[in-house]
């Protein structure tokens, strides 16, 4: 029995200390004859005016024609439709997007509280996707009206969450 606690203990030591993403896809659906697939968003940074944090995800529409990836930031700071997005990999190049939609959703927290969730989102090509999953992102940028913001990252970690969301994508597609 002893031994059986040990090693229910160092499995569940195991567990706690190693990252776990939790990964997923959060919307599967088909609209006007094209299938969307929303992927988990991580966060990307927090504006400086701000409390809440802006995220960011790897999402996918299209049909036997077209297949469309496009990265999506999402939260509760106000993203208008001219908001750009950089993306600064480790061999210094920049992959610069103007969102080409921006959306205002408004959730209710509870009976009376209403929340307001902005999105915008930003078509990428093959070849964008291409550099963006196999090269280092090492800062973002962010600019929202005349405010740009900005964070660096010591690690790949959003670069790391876009492959994950580009895999679960990809299982997806696979099951059909």
Not at 43 to 52: A, G, M, R
């Amino acid at each position: 029995m002893k031994k059986f606690i040990n090693i229910l203990f160092l499995l569940v030591m195991l567990l706690s200390s190693t990252p776990c993403f939790a990964q997923r896809v959060e919307y599967d659906f088909y609209k006007d004859g094209l299938r969307f697939i929303n992927t988990a968003s991580t966060v990307v940074l927090t504006p400086s005016n701000s409390h809440f944090p802006i995220s960011i995800s790897l999402d996918y529409y299209g049909n036997e024609n077209v297949r469309q990836y496009y990265l999506r930031l999402y939260g509760r700071y106000e993203l208008p439709k001219d908001t750009k997005l950089v993306l600064i990999h480790d061999d210094g190049t920049e992959i610069q997007l103007e969102a080409y939609a921006s959306n205002i959703y408004h959730d209710r927290l509870g009976l009376i509280k209403m929340k307001t969730i902005y999105d915008a989102l930003y078509i990428i090509s093959n070849e964008q996707l291409s550099h963006i999953l196999n090269n280092t992102i090492v800062e973002i940028k962010i600019k929202t009206d005349d405010d740009w913001h900005s964070k660096t990252f010591k690690h790949n970690k959003i670069g790391e969450w876009l492959k994950l969301n580009y895999r679960e994508i990809s299982k997806r597609l696979n099951k059909k």
